[in-house]
Nanobody, 125 residues
Framework: QVHPVESGGGSVQSGGSLRLSCAAS????????LAWFRQAPGKEREGVAG???????TYADSVKGRFTVSRNADKTMLYLQMDSLQPEDTATYFC???????????????????WGQGTQVTVSS
């Protein structure tokens, strides 16, 4: 079992931008769901953005209009462009991959097969 590898985290000031990358580290499956989750200290992990099996992007309400999720054609790379970052975006961001079908409705609810180690994003005010 090979885990995804995230990169691109760091520290920025409020209003700044970061771009996260995730290498899926496995041969892709046409059904793959790819998603970004985050977890802040003392809080539960939450879905941030992802792309379902059909290629539809889904976003959490808290990041709509600020974050953009994308992937390459063969589903081996997932990206998260984060603009207008706010202190409440501070968290460890995880990449998740699932080799089975998913839809926008359950993108953040399903059990993911592969998880990365996470990359830290810190936004100061």
């Amino acid at each position: 079992q090979v885990h995804p590898v995230e990169s691109g985290g760091g520290s920025v000031q409020s209003g700044g931008s970061l771009r996260l990358s995730c290498a899926a580290s496995r041969n892709s499956d046409p059904r793959d769901c790819l998603a970004w989750f985050r977890q802040a200290p003392g809080k539960e992990r939450e879905g941030v953005a992802g792309i379902d099996s059909a290629g539809t992007a889904t976003y959490a309400d808290s990041v709509k209009g600020r974050f953009t999720v994308s992937r390459n054609a063969d589903k081996t790379m997932l990206y998260l462009q984060m603009d207008s970052l706010q202190p409440e975006d501070t968290a460890t961001y995880f990449c998740a991959v699932r080799g089975r079908y998913c839809s926008p409705h359950d993108l953040f609810k399903i059990e993911y097969t592969y998880w990365g180690q996470g990359t830290q994003v810190t936004v100061s005010s």
